[in-house]
């Protein structure tokens, strides 16, 4: 994973920091709703409620969200951008590599020369886009809104920490078999696109289907473990929310708390599951473009550091 992050770093190490910064900026602002929505419903509930000071609130976190909402857009953009760029990068890279084996005569095949242009350098060049920018994003926002439920009410805090730990414990257990599952089926599709190169295809038709599969069934144990994972983590979630709003109307019932603050936990809680949900899938992400880079890695040989300097 190093490998990856570090030849990312060294194409667009600029950007990056670009992006970063945007992304901090995101998080920053990602618990500033909860604090106008629990003053909202908090005024709401007094006796004597002032309209004005009513539109106040309302229109306070309404520029909040256009400006957390415009921020978004520019680190999309710039991201999206800079994916392109790379794919761009990996593609002319790749070309430069196939010119010099038709030159030397070296043995690599079309099929998976071509399945790599194609195919994996779209993969890994859009990963490159948002690697250091989503998750930053992302942690910067679960940090931003359970540091806000904590300071609100400790024990719902802890409901909301204690939702991210187990699933964090789930996908590490089970990624680690999916990326087996990644590997076997690059490497198949690869051979696969290599016997479709060859002049006579119906003699290697039989072999063909048996690759296609060999996909299947890899693609078939991969919706297994993600699709069981999926439901384990959906669990997690629900249990927080049930367990937010049992205890929050426990405290609300004890005058320990307010219900502006059960309210502001709640939308923290459904605020966490984007979040989290992400991080999830980028882990995924990460791990199958690793796997994805070595083994594009493998195409370059043993003079790689040639296709390193600056584009053709």
Not at 79 to 94: K, N, P, S, Y
């Amino acid at each position: 994973m190093l490998q990856l992050y570090a030849a990312i770093w060294r194409v667009s190490s600029g950007r990056q920091i670009f992006l970063i910064l945007l992304s901090l900026a995101v998080a920053a602002l990602a618990a500033a709703p909860l604090e106008f929505q629990r003053d909202i419903v908090n005024h709401l509930t007094e006796k004597n409620v002032d309209e004005g000071r009513l539109i106040l609130l309302c229109a306070g976190m309404m520029g909040v969200i256009v400006l957390s909402l415009a921020l978004k857009w520019v680190l999309g953009f710039r991201a999206g951008t800079l994916g392109e760029d790379v794919i761009r990068l990996i593609r002319q890279r790749l070309l430069a590599r196939a010119i010099d084996v038709d030159e030397t005569g070296e043995d690599l095949r079309k099929g998976t020369m071509t399945t790599a242009i194609s195919a994996e350098a779209e993969e890994l060049g859009k990963f490159a886009g948002g690697a250091f920018s989503d998750p930053v994003v992302q942690i910067g926002t679960l940090i931003s809104v359970i540091g806000y439920i904590s300071s609100t009410q400790p024990g719902l805090g802890i409901i909301a920490l204690s939702m991210i730990v187990p699933q964090i414990i789930i996908v590490l257990a089970s990624q680690r078999k999916v990326n087996v599952y990644v590997a076997e089926r690059v490497r198949i599709l690869r051979s696969a696109t290599d016997h479709l190169t060859v002049d006579k295809i119906e003699e290697v038709t039989q072999d063909v289907h048996d690759q296609f599969d060999a996909i299947y069934e890899t693609r078939r144990s991969m919706f297994l473990w993600k699709l069981s994972t999926k439901f384990l983590l959906s669990v997690i979630n629900g249990a927080g929310t049930v367990g937010v709003l049992m205890l929050g109307g426990w405290l609300v019932l004890k005058g320990d708390t307010d219900i502006g603050t059960v309210v502001a936990a709640t939308s923290g809680l459904s605020r966490l599951q984007g979040p989290t949900s992400f991080l999830i899938s980028f882990y995924r992400q990460v791990s199958a473009n690793r796997i994805k880079y070595e083994l594009l890695q493998e195409l370059f040989g043993p003079d790689r550091e040639k296709y390193r300097q600056a584009r053709p």
